[in-house]
């Protein structure tokens, strides 16, 4: 966990009162950690936070990287990423394999 004892879902309602933007895990964006990304409009104040695939309890690491490596070759369909990503069948119905 981040800052020790502080409860990730207190981190993100703390920096949501602070005016950032916190965007949900997406196998189109995330990484396994969390990242910030690049603004959408130069005129907000701060750049918005990805949670990472981490944040989906039982998503497992080793389908995290799976997700990665698909995403780098090329997918953008959950058949894509099931192909190219040797994604456990487990892993295929987490809500973070949701795709646009």
């Known amino acids: ?3 020790g004892f502080y409860q990730p879902a207190q981190l993100v309602r703390d920096a949501r009162e ?14 396994w950690n969390s990242t910030v990304e690049a ?3 130069p005129r907000e104040r701060f750049r ?12 497992k690491e ?16 959950l058949e894509a990423y099931a192909r190219h ?3 456990t069948r487990r892993a295929m119905f987490f ?4 795709t646009p």
């Not at 809500?95 to 949701?98: E, K, L, Y």
């Open 48 to 59: 918005p936070v990805r949670l990472g695939l981490h944040q989906t309890k039982g998503f």
């Open 39 to 41: 603004k959408d409009d």
């Open 85 to 87: 990503g040797k994604l």
């Open 62 to 77: 080793k389908d995290g990287e799976a997700v990665m490596e698909a995403r780098a070759a090329g997918a953008n369909t």
């Open 18 to 31: 602070h005016g950032v933007e916190v965007r949900p895990p997406d196998v189109s964006f995330s990484d």
């Open 1 to 3: 966990q981040p800052m």
């Open 95 to 98: 809500p973070a394999m949701r």
